[in-house]
């Protein structure tokens, strides 16, 4: 895709349902994980939502590219599918056990500062400007702030620098799938999100299996959350991030990541009650003002089109 990104009204309510989407997920995913294992967590949730999609899929036809696709759209889309979901779950899973969850919520929202030199020399129309640095920058440090001090915390674990790097390298595979779902040629966007989420279904699956053996018997309850994992954010939301990235771009699809937390710690602590930081006013006025000056362009654009 050569055109360049067209912000519009609808992709700002787009990423707005995705980051209250996303920061809710981790309470979701607390209930989850009392009668679930982390990796048959993520295949479940993963293969509810491509089943599902694939009957969504089937009843439009089963179209994906407008066009004969070469081999390098093939191999492009099959890395997409591993790199947006199946990896980064397991790296994940994988690290959170020898570091802080401040640390993996910051690693989590660096995913916009690695987006934006990959897109400045990838993506057409996405290229860096001061404005747009700053912003970025200033968002990351209102997430540092709202996650305080444990972003900095040491768990003493001796594998503890390996979870780090899996982190990181979970970030660096969304922002790398970003890049590569933007460059796709034409594309029906259900039918992406289909076989993305079946890519990564194939992946996760077998992966399951290998870490954690045949999976536990899950009660009533615990199949009810999967499955509104699998629908809300995964499959729904999933579609949506599709149509944020092919429209809006990847940088601006990244401005998700510094919603997450906050609303991560609003749902907290009005649904389960928990504290709220003294530090979240402060956080969401540097989060704000960096998407803001970000974006600044683009909500010029959209009002003045008004």
Known sequence: MTASPRITARSWIMVAILGFTWGGTFLVTEIALEGMTPFWLAAGRIAFAAILMTAVWGLRGFHLFETLPERSAVTATVAIGALSSAIPFMLLAWGQQFVTSGFA?????????IVLPLAHFL?????ITPRKSIGFVIGFIGVCVLIGGQALETTGAAMEPFGRAACVGAASCYALSSILMRRLPPVDTIGLSTVLLLIAAVITLPMAVINEGLPPVPDQKTLIVIALLGLVPTAAANLLR??????????FMSITNYQVPVWSVVLGALLLGE??????LLAMALILSGVGLSQYGAFRRLFKSR
């Open 105 to 113: 919520g910051v690693s989590m929202a660096s995913v916009a500062l």
């Open 123 to 127: 993506v057409p129309g996405e290229r």
């Open 242 to 251: 599709v149509s944020v990235v092919r429209t809006a771009g990847p940088v």
């Open 275 to 280: 504290p709220l930081p003294a530090s979240l």
